[in-house]
């Protein structure tokens, strides 16, 4: 083999040298960018140039010696077929995290890297605490040493930006600054820094395409508490219609402009997230003489509880993706049988939604996992993975669109021919999960956290469990996996709000066997007080709208209380859902809908 065929090798080597050159011990590589995403262009993929892993979470850490990349549950198997074990060690992201790693084997006096852009404040501290204690430093250099050794690294996005119309957001971009302006002026802060895409996307009310399949434009905006906004963004980006959408209080600046207008607030007091900003900014900040207040992005929550408008434009979004599910589903238990293919399956769900009426684009490319591959969670097909659907298989279906009135997320596990007594089980027993959390009434106050053994429970009784979180935040026509609330056994703080948009999908898997996952998004809704409740309560209503397959269930597991939820969930998919479908897709809707033991 050549070393053109081992890519990955010949990268870490180039770094390696960079790194001797430069006087580093090792480099942290984080999988995210400037603005600490989830979603990111090309430009900013280094992880994957470097390792070959190409995950949504993750790190690497390089030494003179050695590396690891460092990966959680939903990408074990991933990594494995990704990433060169002679190459890179593959550690556990949550049992074994990278800073235990550090501890362990950076060598005494050794400088640590990290471009200071790629980090969090929050983030570089416990990578500065772990490189302490072996006895080293950490060192902020920039640029990064990589981006140095990549030859070919894409240029940044410039896509044109577009107004987000009222009719869609519910409320106008000056409304929403006098908002944050009152939030500024009460935690004594003269302005803000906002980092995130979400968060400017959601504050001025424009959408973007900087990255795929969710409307986000890149960019850096200053916040002043009485209203005045400096937004740093690519010329190249905007159009008449953007300029002409926003007040005279929003100055378009470039973003070579950005650091000398962060040297400009010197005598102010300044709000960034130590969580969510990068440590560049604290540091520029710092130099400049101002004063840093450490506090939460202030639009996060405002964006996470939509408003009225945003939520009926929820509902109306998840009745048109439910049709195209639905038709999809119609299709496919006639097809599954005539030897259909994963990427099959995958196209023929885009064709439908892209039928619908506000279609913009997917939400994330979709998981059509069959077989062994449906026990990786987030399973991409790709030329060499895609498989034909066998008799007996199960195929985790994981899709979403992206409308102008909202993002939708779903997941239904379907079954070729007849399953197994095992999946039967293992399939019911992940209803039983998704209806508890779906009906379960919890106090104002209340955070994810405190919700997410409610769906694992069914499943711990017969010693099973998933390494993924229960529920992760939607946008509002932005990103489908939005903070800050989220239902996960990981600590999370944030109450869940009337508003806020989550979704509720445990699962099941079997790693070289099956994948199992039943996902719905709901909204979180005040409930009405009873007789003798003595507290406010909060509830979810379910807003996904297709069937869920009844081949795979064990009726005998469920209880009374559970099947009639099942059939009302039904019954009230087939009144939506029915009027809009016709002829064979119409009596598939109403066989899959029929009550369980009809």
């Known amino acids: 083999m050549t070393a053109a065929d081992k890519p990955h090798a010949a990268r870490l080597a180039l770094l390696r040298q960079r790194l001797a050159r430069d006087g580093l011990a090792g480099l942290v590589i984080p999988r995210g960018d400037e603005h600490q995403g989830e979603y990111v262009p090309p430009r900013a993929e280094r992880l994957a140039w470097l390792t070959g892993f190409t995950g949504s979470a993750g790190e690497a850490v390089v030494l003179a010696d050695k590396a690891a990349v460092f990966v959680d549950g939903r990408y074990t198997e991933q990594a494995k077929e990704q990433v060169d074990e002679a190459l890179f060690e593959r550690r556990d992201l949550i049992e074994e995290p990278p800073e235990h790693y550090i501890k362990k084997h950076l060598p005494q006096g050794g400088k640590l890297g990290i471009d200071p852009w790629l980090f969090s404040k929050e983030r570089a501290g416990r990578l500065a605490r772990a490189a302490e204690a072996a006895g080293g430093s950490l060192a902020p250099v920039e640029p990064s040493p990589l981006d140095a050794v990549w030859e070919d690294q894409p240029a940044p996005p410039a896509q044109p930006i577009k107004p987000h119309p009222l009719e869609f957001a519910g409320e106008t971009s000056a409304a929403k600054r006098a908002r944050i302006g009152k939030a500024l002026a009460e935690l004594g802060a003269d302005a803000t820094v906002l980092t995130l895409p979400d968060s400017i996307a959601w504050f001025l009310n424009v959408r973007g395409s900087d990255v795929e399949r969710t409307p986000f434009p890149l960019s850096f905006a200053i916040v002043e508490r009485e209203g005045r906004v400096l937004w740093f963004v690519s010329p190249k980006k905007l159009g008449p219609a953007v300029r002409q959408h926003l007040d005279p209080e929003v100055e378009f600046r470039t973003p070579e402009d950005f650091p000398a207008a962060l040297d400009a607030l010197k005598s102010k007091r300044v709000l960034l997230d130590p969580a969510k900003a990068p440590l560049w900014l604290f540091e520029r900040l710092k130099a400049a003489g101002a004063t840093v207040i450490e506090g939460d992005d202030p639009c996060q929550l405002p964006k996470a509880a939509k408003n009225a408008v945003e939520q009926e434009g929820a509902r109306n ?45 997917l939400s994330f490319d979709t998981i059509t996992g069959s077989g062994a591959n449906g026990a990786l969670p987030h399973y991409r097909v790709t030329q060499q993975s895609d498989r034909v659907l066998q008799p007996g298989d199960l195929m985790v279906l994981d899709s979403g669109g992206q409308y102008l009135d909202g993002t939708t997320d779903i997941t239904r596990t379907l079954v070729v021919g007849k399953p197994a007594a095992e999946e039967r089980d293992r399939y019911t027993r992940v209803l039983q999960g998704h209806i508890a959390l779906a009906t379960t009434r919890f106090p104002k106050g209340t955070s994810g956290s405190q919700l997410d053994a409610i769906a694992r429970r069914p499943l711990w009784l017969a010693g099973l469990d998933y390494d993924h979180g229960t529920g992760h935040g939607v946008g509002s026509y932005l990103s489908v996996h939005e903070g800050p609330q989220r239902i996960s056994k990981a600590l999370n703080r944030v109450a869940l709000l009337p508003g806020m948009i989550l979704s509720n999908e445990p699962g099941y898997y079997k790693s070289g066997r099956y994948g199992i996952r039943i996902e719905n998004l709901v909204l979180v809704v005040e409930t009405p007080t009873a007789v003798g409740e003595d507290r406010p309560m909060l509830g979810f209503e379910t807003l996904t709208l297709a069937p869920i397959e009844k081949r795979l269930l064990e009726p005998r597991l469920l209880s009374d209380d559970e099947i009639a939820w099942l059939d009302a969930y039904h019954a009230r998919v087939e009144a939506a859902l029915g009027p809009q479908l016709q002829g064979a897709e119409r009596a598939f809707l109403a066989e899959a809908c029929k009550p369980l033991l009809a």
């Not at 639905?326 to 097809?335: M, S």
């Not at 994963?342 to 885009?350: G, K, N, P, T």
Request: hydrophobic content about 40%; charged content about 35%.
């Open 317 to 361: 979004a998840h009745r048109r993706d439910g049709v195209a599910v639905t038709r999809f589903l119609a299709w496919f238990d006639k097809a599954a049988a005539q030897g259909i293919t994963e990427s099959e399956c995958a196209r023929r769900l885009e064709t439908f939604r892209r039928e619908g009426n506000l279609f913009q684009d």
